[in-house]
């Protein structure tokens, strides 16, 4: 625990997308924006980012969608399947930074839970920056190593360019803050632990479990999981860490969730 570290929740406005996609069920198909009205559970899917000042420096946890995310997207389908279409002009990422009075040059580390592109969609914003920029040894690994421009939610344009500093393991990074390896949704996602002196433990989960409904018990998978087995695993790992040190669980994207939250810029946990 590190006396000083403040935690801002940064939402950055909601894609929307068929609830299959977050939470599996008997009877239920995946539809796209042109066929939303049909019968399917079409739902709002917010997405925020995570700013941790510690004495030992600043950092942002994941960088939510870019702003020309229809234009960016348009080769692989995604902007008809999760389109960013329920976010204003301040909530988009580098308009929230401002609101803290934050520039990105300003940030020491930017890290990734995993490289999808509703996480790394604003990644090259610290490009021109000093920030250290941090994924998991086997999300960086899994990225880059695949054939073409794409696969799934990976998109090499957001990141192909950069580079990663890895981890590897669950360790502490900076004082109070930790990183936990709960793959299974891709093969090297994170999950992020902060231990506050008033707050208490806070998890920060990212897509190792989507919302409250995906985490139970029992746990229940999305459509988009790499290994199934792996994501039980996981969900199980959080939530005996969660137990053990009466966590404040934050989902990775909960609509629900996420209004319930003290969030920025006017609110934070410390």
Not at 57 to 63: M, N, V
């Amino acid at each position: 625990m590190a006396v000083g570290t403040t935690v801002s929740i940064l939402p950055c406005g909601a894609m929307t997308a068929d609830l299959t996609w977050l939470l599996l069920a008997p009877n239920r198909s995946i539809r796209n924006r042109h066929n939303k009205n049909e019968p399917a559970e079409w739902v709002d899917v917010p997405t925020h980012c995570v700013l941790v000042d510690t004495p030992d420096g600043r950092l942002l946890w994941d960088t939510s969608c870019p702003r020309d995310w229809e234009t960016h997207w348009a080769a692989t389908g995604l902007q008809d399947f999760f389109p960013y279409d329920k976010v204003s002009d301040e909530e988009y990422l580098d308009s929230r930074l401002k609101q803290l009075g934050v520039a990105p040059g300003d940030i020491d580390y930017v890290v990734l839970s995993h490289l999808h592109f509703d996480h790394a969609g604003n990644v090259k914003m610290f490009k021109e920056t000093n920030a250290r920029l941090v994924c998991s040894a086997k999300e960086k690994e899994w990225a880059f190593g695949f054939e073409g421009p794409f696969n799934g939610a990976h998109l090499k344009a957001d990141y192909e360019d950069l580079t990663f500093e890895t981890v590897d393991g669950d360790a502490e990074f900076l004082p109070g803050v930790s990183f936990i390896q709960t793959p299974g949704h891709t093969p090297g996602s994170m999950s992020m632990r902060v231990d506050l002196p008033e707050s208490g433990t806070m998890i920060f989960t990212a897509d190792a479990v989507y919302m409250g409904e995906s985490y139970g018990p029992p746990a229940v998978p999305a459509a988009i999981v790499n290994n199934l087995e792996q994501f039980y695993s996981s969900v199980e790992k959080l939530r005996g860490i969660a137990t053990e040190t009466d966590a404040t669980i934050v989902f990775g994207h909960d609509a629900n969730q996420i209004k319930q939250l003290r969030v920025a810029p006017d609110g934070s946990y410390k």
